[in-house]
């Protein structure tokens, strides 16, 4: 069966609202449009302005390390992180940002140490449990994945990322009906959501419901996955 792809967190989101002394917060201020404009550069520059001016304005750290971050410089954005939360250690979003960060590097398991405060401070913050079973699927804990899937939804939490990522789960625990719902659950979000399709045709396949299946698989076809009409060829005999 072909690899099953997952849905995964690749650039921090979460932006610090400004505050302190007038200077600092305008150039906080201008990083921010940088940053929604994705020039990291240019918000990097604004934010050490800010820093000039006061060295210890958190958000300017914060917001730096998102910039640092998305620019592909994660020693510096850990060092900023790690400032900001030694500044405000009851901070969930800093604890949150810095698991993405070692996600993004590949370390999973300082991503879920840190994922798992950022829960102990909230418990019902949908995007810790989210993004915390995404790093336990990488490190093959299904189980821990599957029931932070459940948390997250169990909290409100209603995307295609949390219901597709779920449905990869149950369908490497070969839930297949578990993994089809929640592909469907995901493509009704969605309706063009590829990926969701091309897994919901596997996971038919599976169940020996070749229809349906060849109908996922061509819907994920016309979207893009061209994978997905080879298999159609090669389960129908052509």
């Known amino acids: 069966m072909p690899k099953n792809t997952l849905f995964f967190v690749t650039i921090i989101l979460i932006v610090f ?13 201008s990083a921010l449009t940088y940053i929604e404009k994705e020039d990291y550069f240019g918000a990097i520059k604004e934010l050490n302005q800010a820093l000039i001016y006061d060295e210890n304005f958190t958000p300017a750290y914060f917001n730096r390390a ?38 993004n590097i590949g370390n999973h398991t300082l991503a879920i140490k840190d994922y798992s405060r950022a829960i102990n401070l909230n418990p019902t913050n949908t995007e ?23 948390k997250a939804i169990d909290n409100g939490l209603n995307s295609t990322g949390i219901y597709y990522n779920r449905g990869v789960v149950k369908q490497k625990m070969n839930d297949l009906q578990g993994a089809v719902l929640d592909y469907s659950t995901a493509i ?23 229809e349906a299946a060849f109908k996922d698989l061509t819907i994920a076809g016309r979207l893009g996955i061209t994978n997905a009409l080879d298999i159609i060829k090669r389960h129908s005999g052509r």
Do not use: Q
């Open 128 to 150: 810790a449990y989210h993004y915390r079973g995404i790093s336990r699927f990488y490190l093959n804990d299904l189980e821990g994945a599957l029931s932070d899937y459940n």
């Open 66 to 103: 998102i910039a640092y971050a998305n620019s592909g410089k994660y020693s510096n954005a850990l060092k900023d992180i790690n400032l900001v939360i030694m500044m405000n250690p009851e901070y969930t979003d800093g604890y949150i940002n810095r698991a993405i960060i070692f996600e």
């Open 188 to 210: 009704n979000i969605d309706p063009a959501f590829a990926k969701a399709y091309y897994n919901r045709g596997l996971a038919k396949l599976e169940l020996s419901n070749k």
């Open 17 to 29: 609202s400004s505050c302190g002394r007038i200077k600092s917060k305008n150039h906080n201020k």
